[in-house]
């Protein structure tokens, strides 16, 4: 008999050196918007390749701020998909527009480019994608529809820090930007994390001095200027903004975290794959599809179960397993804020909800922790 075992859904790898990293702006006293933070917005638009990059609160703020600077308002729609955290419609209505959902493209689980030409109205002003799981979306065919519209991209890459797409025959990383803007989540079920956090990148220059003033209230004049300054200044506030900040003990963290994530990615790549491999033996499952101009990060790895298979019978016999899981990502159209009368026409996202699952998966994963995840479920599953 099999040893059972306790099998997280997935688990950040942090240690010694966050720990130390977060000493410095604590011994400093320089806490927030200060000397961490810059750095850390150099390295990462480094590693990415991006222009510029913007450190915020949350991916939430960076998403609702891209959405600001590209103008969306009252009345206003954005192209979008269901099939994501509730957050990525939420921004929407943040900014007074309504979201239009179109249906995902079931080997990926990514926006399905092939139905966003039908969502275009003469309202819409933005299409915002998402690299769901760290999975890149096919941002060329987003991208060639969004250019012959004049509509701007926003990619939502909460997940997909380290992922990479093949781009004019070379392979860069998700964020360089290849749409206006990208936006990044630095939470704990990410790829790296700072406790919470998010990134903005882009190679537009105002877009970038525009998010650095109303991640700070508006305020004219940043903290490290102000303080560094050698004659008093009056700071102005001349539009409305935010408290969306990262604070230098978060950014600290990061920093450190952003020289782990080629390793981190580097040993979810491997895991992957091994599902890949090992699952391809059970008979009716489904697993997500790489396509040759993507290399996913695999934030996340699910499978889909065959359709004789309840989901949640599955899921509570790999719990009582001591295997944790998630089931499939979840649709904002099903929440009572995004219901309306008739529905929605999203068959894809739908089934992807109902009968995917997501099976534990984090860089200090062991073989033999994957082979009990896997002989758990050929279990579950007989």
């Known amino acids: 008999m099999t040893e059972r075992r306790s099998i997280p859904l997935t688990r950040p790898l942090i240690g010694e050196a966050e720990a130390e990293a977060s ?10 918007q200060g ?3 810059a750095a850390f917005e150099q390295e990462f638009a480094a590693y990415t390749g991006a222009a510029h990059a913007t450190a915020v609160s949350n991916c939430t703020t960076a998403l609702h701020l891209a959405l600001l600077v590209l103008g969306v308002g009252s009345g206003d729609e954005v192209i979008t998909v269901s099939h994501s955290y509730v957050a990525t419609a939420n921004v929407v209505r943040y900014c007074n527009a309504t979201p239009v959902f179109v249906d995902i493209d079931p080997a990926t689980s990514n926006m399905d480019a092939s139905q966003i030409e039908a969502a275009i109205t003469p309202r819409t002003k933005a299409i915002l994608c998402v690299h769901q799981m760290g999975l ?4 060329a065919a987003i991208l060639a529809v969004a250019k012959a519209h004049g509509l701007p991209v926003v990619e939502d890459a909460a997940c997909a820090s380290g992922s990479e797409i093949s781009w004019n025959g070379q392979w860069e990383k998700v964020g360089k930007a290849h749409g206006d803007i990208a936006c990044f989540s630095f939470h704990p079920r990410k ?27 508006g305020m004219s004049v940043n903290d490290r200027v102000r303080h560094s300054a ?12 935010y408290n969306y900040r990262m604070t230098d003990v978060q ?13 981190i990615v580097e040993a979810r790549r491997h895991l992957g794959s091994r599902y890949v491999q090992l699952l391809a033996d059970l008979p009716g499952f489904t697993m997500p599809h790489e396509p040759e101009w993507a290399r996913t990060n695999w934030q996340s790895f699910w499978v889909r179960l065959p359709e004789h298979l309840d989901q949640r019978t599955v899921m509570q016999g790999m719990l009582d397993r001591g295997v944790a899981t998630r089931r499939g990502i979840m649709n904002a159209h099903r929440e009572v804020p995004y219901q309306r009368e008739g529905g929605y026409n999203l068959p894809e996202s739908e089934r992807a909800q109902d009968r ?14 994957q082979d009990y995840v896997v002989a758990m479920l050929s279990e579950v599953c007989a």
């Open 191 to 217: 790829v790296i994390t700072t406790g919470d956090g998010g990134m903005i990148t882009t190679n537009n220059p105002d877009y970038d001095r525009q998010f650095r003033l109303l991640r700070q209230h």
């Open 35 to 37: 000397p961490e933070v």
């Open 230 to 241: 050698n004659q008093v200044i009056f700071e102005e506030h001349a539009v409305i903004g």
């Open 23 to 32: 000493r410095r702006p604590i011994m400093s006293g320089w806490l927030t």
């Open 136 to 139: 890149p979306c096919d941002l």
């Open 251 to 263: 950014a600290a963290i990061g920093r450190e975290q952003l020289k782990r994530l080629p390793g």
């Open 356 to 369: 995917n699952i997501i099976l534990p998966l984090y860089p200090q994963m062991t073989d033999e922790e």
